[in-house]
Nanobody, 116 residues
Framework: QVQLVESGGGLVQPGGSLRLSCAAS????????MGWYRQAPGKERELVAR???????DYADFVKGRFTISRDNAKNTVYLQMNSLKPEDTATYYC??????????WGQGTQVTVSS
């Protein structure tokens, strides 16, 4: 069993910042990708950012320059620092983990609402 525990979502004004965290635990030893996806009402889930074990990263164009993903391999934890938040960033954010052994795991989701 693998558990992903997310934290850090909430309500923030436009231009504000939030930091999401996701800790993986259980029967998981070596993680290739750790990342964040988001899904807004009526829209498909989309990649926000992901980071490999080597720390190389991929970002969606709509967050480049505003969001930063990082990870702590010793803690199996991934972080998403979100700055200059916009109303269109409002969504449920999901942690995603892809182990070297295959398969993938999803967190339960954390709500981010950007509104004045």
């Amino acid at each position: 069993q693998v558990q992903l525990v997310e934290s850090g979502g909430g309500l923030v004004q436009p231009g504000g910042s939030l930091r999401l965290s996701c800790a993986a635990s259980g029967s998981i030893f070596s993680i290739y990708y750790m990342g964040w996806y988001r899904q807004a009402p009526g829209k498909e889930r989309e990649l926000v950012a992901r980071i490999r074990y080597t720390s190389s990263t991929d970002y969606a164009d709509f967050v480049k320059g505003r969001f930063t993903i990082s990870r702590d391999n010793a803690k199996n934890t991934v972080y998403l620092q979100m700055n200059s938040l916009k109303p269109e960033d409002t969504a449920t954010y999901y942690c995603n983990v892809v182990p070297y052994s295959g398969g993938q795991y999803w967190g339960q989701g954390t709500q981010v609402t950007v509104s004045s």
